[in-house]
């Protein structure tokens, strides 16, 4: 019975491993995609700069309040469709459950 009982100690042990692996590797992997992120988001900071330069130089001026109200919307709306696919894909999920 003991021989038993140090199998299934072993068992669970090797599942555990398995699992921390698994976890490590979705560590590397997120680990990758928020790199990736920060590099996006360096660049998109970068033409956001460049943009406003631009912008600031052009005649007859552009009123950036109004640009930045622009850019507030376009954000939101960016917001909202990421809402929705969200809620599309629970729906998806939902419906290949049942």
Known sequence: QSEKELQDVVK???EKML???DKSGEVTRL????????RSLQRAE???????EE??????????AYVQ???LLRQE???????????????LL?????
């Open 12 to 14: 669970q042990q090797e």
């Open 19 to 21: 699992q921390l692996i």
């Open 31 to 38: 680990k990758g995609e928020v790199s990736q992120l920060k």
């Open 46 to 52: 970068t033409e956001a700069k460049v943009l406003w």
């Open 55 to 64: 912008m600031r130089g052009q005649e007859p001026k552009v009123d950036a």
């Open 69 to 71: 109200e622009r850019v």
């Open 77 to 91: 709306v960016d917001k909202l469709r990421l809402l929705l696919l969200e809620k599309e894909d629970e729906n």
């Open 94 to 98: 939902l419906s290949d459950t049942y």
